[in-house]
């Protein structure tokens, strides 16, 4: 039997310069720590720790990351660690895979195809790394020979496309990918978790990013835990997110006050999500822009979430009655399109042509 862990694009030291003030980075670089301290947490019962590609965001992280990395490595001494660089820490001649010794139980796989074979768990582990930070041509996996109860598992950094198509980084295809004769391919690059795959023989998947950075790195996420056994194999998700990035759309058409705004969205949060998640709220729906201030939304919900950024894609409403009985422009358009929809089987269209005409005559930037 051969137990193992797969997972990729950590992106320890991520930058975080867009989105977050300078405190916010900083917690979030902590939390993708706590989540890869949780990877190596299920790794310790694991033989073979999978590590394909972006472990670092950069080819040169920071003094104290290597040292936090190294020392995590140290507390699974029973755990063989296999590390295939990416494409975001590429092993070149002044990276840290050339200039650090990451630990007694760690291999890194250099830029052409290596092997390294585990004849005590019966398992071979192949692997390649990138040597670039952009690698366009396609990429040529080891075509493994099998061997009577050996299970082979191969480790890269590479995207996935389909045949035809082009890639700067590392491109493989499905082809290719049953070609190589492995058990497992364990793939890294692209953010979101693919399930997990089969071409010809091969079982392979992208376990994604284990900690969501920013709205596209959505919901829980985490690492494959695998394990081979004779004719079975076994491969299921373990969340390690230490938060979610949740994005949520919230109608408020109907609210009619300041509190009320806030009612709505801080119960649509309660529903989906906890207080440490961070969220991006689009609020929907039709309002009087009177009543909508974003500022004021913000710190009425500063404790129910870590983080809230609110998108404003509302539409101005308007009373349609009150303006009809005015003795104005607008007054007479509203009267005229309204004895309209009384005749057409188009009603909603008209509404709609209400609200745009009112918003126009009323000099409103948007409808
Ligand atoms: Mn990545």
Redesign the pocket.
């Known amino acids: 039997m051969l137990k193992f862990l797969h997972t990729a ?1 950590i ?1 320890l030291d991520s930058a975080f310069t867009t989105h977050f003030t300078a405190e916010q980075a900083e917690n979030m670089r902590s939390n993708i720590m706590t989540s890869f301290s949780r990877i190596i947490k299920l790794a310790d019962s694991v033989d073979v720790l999978l590590i394909s590609g ?1 472990l670092f965001d950069n080819p040169n992280p920071s003094r104290a990351t290597v040292s936090f990395v190294k020392r995590l490595f140290s507390e699974i001494p029973g755990t063989r660690i296999f590390i295939a660089a ?1 494409n ?1 820490d590429p092993y070149t001649p002044n990276s840290v895979y050339s200039r650090e010794n990451l630990g007694e139980n760690v291999h890194v796989f250099g830029i052409e195809p290596d092997c390294v074979e585990l004849p005590e768990l019966k398992a071979r582990i192949f692997g390649m790394s990138f040597s670039s930070a952009r690698c366009l041509e396609r990429l040529s996996l080891p075509k493994i020979e099998k061997k009577d109860g050996v299970y082979d598992i191969l480790s890269v950094h590479a995207d996935l496309v389909s045949n035809g198509t082009g890639s700067e980084y590392n491109p493989i295809d499905k082809m290719t990918i049953a070609s190589s004769n492995a058990d497992y391919l364990a793939l ?2 692209i ?1 979101k978790r693919s399930g997990v795959l089969k071409c010809g023989s091969t079982y392979y998947a992208y376990p994604g990013i284990p900690q969501g950075r920013g709205f596209d790195e959505c919901g829980d996420l985490g690492c494959y835990l695998g394990c081979f056994d004779g004719e079975i194999t076994d491969i299921r998700f373990e969340k390690t997110s230490v938060l979610r990035m949740i994005r949520l759309e919230t109608d408020i058409t109907g609210c009619t006050d300041r509190p009320h705004i806030a009612e709505k969205v801080s119960d649509a949060i309660k529903r989906i999500g906890g207080s440490e998640d961070f969220y991006r709220v689009i609020l929907n729906g039709r309002i009087d822009p009177g009543i909508l201030n974003i500022d004021s939304l913000k710190y009425k919900l500063k404790d129910y979430a870590s983080f809230l950024e609110i998108i404003d894609k509302t539409k101005p409403a308007y009373d349609i009655e009150e303006l009809s009985r005015q003795d104005t422009l607008c007054g007479e358009f509203v009267r005229i399109m309204l004895s309209e929809r009384k005749n057409s089987a188009c009603a909603e269209q008209i509404e709609e042509a209400i609200l745009l005409g009112v918003c126009a005559l009323l000099g409103g930037d948007e409808v």
Request: no cysteine.
């Open positions: 694009d992106h972006d990416g975001h890294g690059h953010h």
